[in-house]
């Protein structure tokens, strides 16, 4: 089955700054990478999708980066605000009936 | 867009009993919803698949007759924790799709405590 790993952890970066979150995943079959944000004890929310289609996407300071050949995405926050602070997952499916695999999630901390 | 509901969205109860979680796809129809659950500053791990009128498939490592899905209807799963002991604390989250495939969206999470 499908493994994603996510790297870093945990990410400190200055307000203004840019953050930069990458993913790898294992199977060839995936085709849809979304990235969550997650806030203490609250679900998931969508920020940005990338399909195996595209090589990369952007909304407004949010991009995301795909490599299908080298199997791996890349969420870019550019001009980082303190709200931005959150855990970030990326995750990884095929096109069938198969659920979302998340990455490990990185801790994402904007200093004022 | 889409929205699924969870209900409780906190729940405490004594080691040894029984809690049944309820998750609802309020204005689509989720052929298959998802269990999730995610332990403290960790991720989302996935217990569970159910499609609506089938037995659930359950991943790895997750024991069936403890985390009873049903999935009844088009609207509505719930997953049941059976003779809840202290380590099923955690974070249940549910998620719902729609028919042929798409974005997932998810519950807002029951935080359920074992004493």
């Known amino acids: 089955g499908e493994n994603v790993e996510q790297h870093p952890s945990t990410l400190s970066v200055q307000e203004g700054d840019s953050a930069v979150i990458k993913c790898t995943y294992s199977d060839s079959a995936s085709n849809y990478f979304p990235w969550y944000k997650q806030e203490l004890g609250k679900r998931p929310q969508l920020i940005i999708d990338?399909?195996?289609?595209?090589g990369e996407k952007k909304d407004q300071r949010i991009a995301v980066t795909l490599n299908k050949t080298a199997k791996h995405f890349s969420l870019h926050i550019t001009e980082t605000q303190p709200e931005d602070s959150a855990v970030y997952f990326c995750?990884?499916?095929?096109?069938?009936?198969?659920?979302?695999?998340f990455g490990k999630g990185t801790r994402l901390s904007v200093i004022a | 867009g889409a929205v699924v509901s969870q209900h409780p969205s906190r729940v405490i109860c004594k080691s040894g009993t029984s809690v049944k979680i309820e998750c609802r796809s309020l204005?689509?129809?989720?052929?298959?919803m998802f269990w999730y659950r995610q332990f403290p500053k960790q991720s989302l791990m996935l217990m569970a698949t159910?499609?609506?009128?089938?037995?659930?498939?359950?991943e790895q490592g997750v024991e069936k007759d403890k985390f009873l899905i049903n999935h009844a209807s088009l609207t509505l799963s719930t997953l049941t924790v059976t003779s809840a002991h202290p380590e099923d604390s955690s974070f249940y989250i549910c998620s719902a799709r729609e028919a042929g495939g798409g974005e997932q969206y998810f519950g807002p999470g029951t935080r359920l405590t074992v004493t």
């Open positions: 204005d689509f129809q989720a052929t298959t």
């Open positions: 159910s499609n609506e009128g089938s037995k659930a498939t359950y």
């Open positions: 995750a990884a499916r095929d096109s069938g009936n198969t659920p979302l695999v």
């Open positions: 990338i399909r195996s289609n595209v």
